[in-house]
């Protein structure tokens, strides 16, 4: 397995990935209360609120593309992870089908720059936690830090060459804040 951290630098925001990462994936999602967190979610996101760390979700939608979701949908989904969650900085999602070749859609880097000059913050000094290598291959593309926490649609080969991998969300970011504190717990 990779080592957890490859490069300690400085954290000035933390981007998450939606499905599977901060919430159940449950796909092409279009019902509010079908919205539940992971394990750990609420409590990662809490440190790094209490920390002074800026959070967002950056996120792929193609559901809007194929027609299988609306506009509507997925902000009402985004709503309620928000609320349970206890509110992040920033959402951003790409709305397109894999298709489509914008310049959003993970593993792009446009929502992580987008989600970044939002925060105002340099893409640079983000970290981008995912489930998939996709997640990761968005940071890298946005000059940005990626970490895969796996779960079971994470393929073997992704773990093997993620830059940097964590068991799950809460260690996660327990890593990022024991770096950004200087190594001190």
Not at 26 to 47: E, I, M, Q, S, W
Not at 107 to 128: W, Y
Not at 165 to 177: F, H, I, Y
């Amino acid at each position: 397995m990779n080592s957890p951290t490859p490069h300690v630098g400085r954290v000035a925001a933390v981007l998450f990935d939606r499905d599977g990462t901060l919430v159940e994936d449950v796909p092409y999602n279009g019902d509010p209360a079908r919205v539940r967190p992971l394990p750990g979610a609420r409590r990662a996101l809490d440190l790094l609120r209490a920390a002074g760390i800026p959070t967002g979700v950056v996120s792929n939608q193609s559901g809007i593309g194929r027609g299988l979701l609306t506009d509507t949908d997925v902000r009402r989904v985004n709503d309620r992870a928000n609320t349970l969650l206890g509110g992040l900085d920033t959402w951003l999602y790409c709305p397109h089908s894999p298709e489509a070749g914008c310049g959003c859609r993970k593993p792009r880097p446009g929502l992580v720059i987008e989600a970044a000059r939002r925060l105002g913050v340099a893409p640079a000094d983000c970290v981008v936690i995912g489930d998939i290598a996709t997640d990761v291959q968005a940071a890298r593309a946005a000059g940005a830090r990626g970490v895969l926490v796996p779960n079971a649609a994470t393929l073997p080969g992704e773990v093997e060459t993620a830059p940097s991998t964590a068991p799950d969300l809460l260690t996660a970011v327990r890593r990022l804040l024991t770096e950004t504190r200087g190594g001190r717990s």
